[in-house]
């Protein structure tokens, strides 16, 4: 089936680095969804991406959809605290699924 | 508004046992998604619901089954439950196509 593929699984920085992520698949996607996921609750949706190339900034979010359309990657700026959580890409299937990256978890530490 | 809702928050069964768990979307969606999250990995899409008829279907052995009410919300129901199957349930909302929207999750334990 088809499968994202995120790195790095986990980061550890210091508050007030940048962070950049990334998610590959070996499949053409028509979107690319970021979410957040803190602990005991469900995903939050970040950011969404519906063209190949598209950059989108949410605050101190940026995704990109990859002009392949095979590959996404989200930076966040000046982390603080409140970003720890594992980030997820996912993507959406025109049958109304969506597949799940594994995540990668942020620490950050003050 | 309330977001999705779904409950229980916390259940434990032992092996062989059925398990019901339930949804209540976003007021207004009609559209509802069930994923299963072991720990550590992200989310595995089950069903997809809409108007009460199933849209989708992950890549799930029959013991897994679900159903939407005429209100929108839904049932999942796993039969014969194995160690497996211990994982976060999460239901999804959305409009018929769009964002989805996650509820807490059920966290289900198998003994």
């Known amino acids: 089936g088809q499968q994202l593929n995120q790195s790095p699984q986990s980061m550890f920085i210091q508050e007030g680095e940048d962070v950049s992520m990334n998610c590959t698949s070996s499949?053409?996607?028509?979107?690319w969804l970021w979410y957040k996921q803190d602990p005991g609750e469900g995903p939050v949706l970040l950011i969404a991406l519906y063209k190949a190339g598209e950059l989108t900034s949410n605050g101190r979010l940026t995704a990109q959809f990859g002009i392949t359309r095979k590959d996404s990657f989200l930076n966040i700026s000046a982390s603080i605290p409140s970003d720890v959580g594992i980030y997820f890409c996912a993507s959406n299937t025109n049958a109304g699924k969506s597949t799940f990256g594994d995540g990668t978890t942020l620490t950050v530490k003050p | 508004d309330a977001g999705v809702t779904q409950s229980p928050t916390h259940l434990i069964k032992t092996r062989g046992q059925h398990v019901t768990l339930r949804c209540s979307p976003i007021?207004?969606?009609?559209?509802v998604s069930w994923y299963q999250q072991v720990l550590g990995q992200g989310p595995q899409f089950i069903f997809q619901y809409y108007e009460k008829e199933e849209r989708g279907r992950g890549n799930f052995p029959d013991r897994f089954s679900a159903r939407q009410f005429p209100n929108y919300s839904s049932e999942l129901n796993v039969n014969a439950l194995l160690l497996g199957d211990s994982a976060l349930y999460l239901c999804?909302?959305?409009?018929?196509?769009?964002?989805?929207?996650f509820g807490p999750g059920t966290r289900l334990t198998v003994l």
């Open positions: 499949s053409i996607f028509n979107t």
């Open positions: 007021s207004g969606h009609k559209s």
């Open positions: 999804a909302s959305s409009l018929e196509v769009g964002e989805q929207f």
